[in-house]
């Protein structure tokens, strides 16, 4: 599931565990939906690509997951934790997790 990555400070964008973590939680639609809508947008830079893709995430998922993209070191502004403030947390509690 790559979470080697959780132990990084960096972040090297997300690996295919990632993914497979998202289509495991919340099914395999969340990633197809975002990145439908993420074309329809056309974000300047990597930072506005990844504001973009964390908000989608909120969004079609229906949960706040600044915390579940903050574990793989998504860079994050005020702006995108505010606009996914408003949605119920959501932090998987699972045998990945429980070390972390």
Not at 10 to 29: D, I, S, T, V, W
Not at 36 to 51: C, G, L, V
Not at 64 to 77: C, E, G, Q, R, Y
């Amino acid at each position: 599931m790559d979470t080697n990555r959780w132990n990084s400070s960096e972040y090297n964008g997300p690996g295919l565990g990632y993914y497979r973590y998202l289509g495991k939680l919340f099914g395999y639609g969340l990633v197809g939906n975002a990145f439908i809508e993420a074309r329809k947008k056309a974000p300047k830079d990597e930072m506005e690509r990844t504001q973009l893709w964390i908000k989608q995430m909120c969004i079609q998922s229906g949960f706040n997951l600044v915390a579940f993209h903050k574990m793989w070191n998504f860079p994050m502004t005020d702006e995108t934790q505010n606009a996914c403030k408003r949605l119920p947390c959501f932090f998987p509690d699972d045998e990945y997790t429980n070390n972390f």
